[in-house]
């Protein structure tokens, strides 16, 4: 049998929990039976970990010699008992990467990490380039590669877009701190022609010299954005500078799949990213927009743009949406994997 372990939710529908609960989903559709005690829980951390504490001890008495079970990492403080419980019934265990704490949280050391998941029989891990960059420290498993995080919603955006080299609109959604995102706070010095539609929790507008560059939408709910942002690009940048993505937040870059690249194709949204991310390949070769080494490109890169090569882009971005929508990419190489 197949099964998947999954898990009490808790803190809201935030970007990870949203991507956990869509792999559940495409996994629901393959015929993978459910592990464990499923809850989505906004306040209570404690009940939260006596479910998923239920909730693993349950692999005791459901799996049998030859199943296999899908675990997503992180699952804080049960990932390696799990690994263990499956193990001990002689069930084999495939592990689905969301996040590498000693990356960029630095929660674990490498070592200890890699220790982590060579624990799982095979792995389904962000991309060619993570999947290096953990074979280079130690991990020894196979694995393969999702290419690109699905986003289950029914919604979708019919805001129409006109493109007319006017003022082109680059949405930005995510944590809009300045210790996370301290370039969004400098970037209205040099920005010509273009301006930001910020959405997201913790934009500082104290902070900001040229407030007539942005306009602040606050934080809005994914469906609700989908359906309803105006924008012309989504942009996938991280860190301190408007130059180069750096820092422990912008470095990550190179090595995972950000989540809100996934839902800007779901806005409808051609792409802007930082050409270093290990996501520019496949934006490039996809055809769903532009990688820069910094935004200050923007100013001469944009007005190049045709409205053929516009609409190119956006057709492509369709194309992708309508996979990201079905649930393609998880179905695809967890399959794979199994």
Known sequence: MKYYLTKCYHGGMNAGNKAKMDIEAS?????????GIYSYNRRNSLWAFLLNLVGVCSLLFVIRKGDTVVVQYPYK???????WLIHLKGGQTVTVIHDLGAFRRKKKSI??????????????????????????HGLNRPMECLEVFDYLSDTENLVPRNWDNGCVKVMYAGALSFQKNAYLYNIADFMKGWQLELYGKGFEVARINKERDFHYHGFVASDELIACCDAHFGLVWEGDSPDTCRGSFGEYLALNNPHKLSLYIRCGLPIIIWKEAAMAPFVLAN????????????????????????????????????????????????????
């Open 111 to 136: 070592a200890k990490e890699i220790g982590l998941l060579n624990r799982s029989d095979g792995l389904v891990v962000h991309n060619d380039s993570m999947k290096a960059w953990l074979q280079d």
């Open 77 to 83: 403080k049960f990932y390696a008992w799990a690994c």
């Open 287 to 338: 055809g769903l927009g532009v990688a820069v080494g910094s935004l200050k490109e923007l100013n001469d890169l944009l007005p190049t743009l045709t409205a053929n090569q516009y609409e190119e882009m956006r057709k492509n971005v369709s194309r992708i949406g309508g996979l990201l929508k079905s649930g393609f990419y998880a179905k695809k190489h967890i399959d794979g994997c199994v």
């Open 27 to 35: 996994l629901a559709e393959m015929g993978f039976r459910a592990v």
